[in-house]
């Protein structure tokens, strides 16, 4: 298998992911989590819409983040994203978030996922599927 490719997206942070010191909220990166998976999924030719037109979902099973520096109201950051550990039934999305100017890093994290049906029963992800998350 070849390296995860690693996907970025920037944006502004906004003033609702703030608290009065104009400091991001520790859950809105979590939220950015799911931004960067998002943007990667297109970058590699689909989406999560795709995914879940075909009768299953990826649901989150585990979160992970370690908290380096704050992300301040009307800065850029920029979420890089990767998918690892491509299994049968579950991933592992890894992140870096980064204030975009600086570059210095903010958060590093990631999820983990396990494939389901509409019942929501475990399911196998579709081989087409665990090739395009391998890149």
Known sequence: MTKPRVVETTFYVRYAETDQMSVVHHAAYVVWFEEGRSAWLRAMG?????????????AVSEVYARYLAPALYGR??????????????????????????SGQALVTGYT????????????RIPEEWRELLAG
Do not use: P
């Open 76 to 101: 850029r950051v920029t979420v890089r994203s990767r998918a690892e550990e491509i299994r049968s039934r579950t991933l592992k999305f890894c992140y870096e978030i980064v204030d975009t100017e």
């Open 112 to 123: 983990r996922h396990i494939c389901i049906d509409r019942k929501g029963s475990v399911a």
């Open 46 to 58: 689909s989406n999560y819409a795709d995914f879940e037109a075909s009768g299953l979902y990826l």
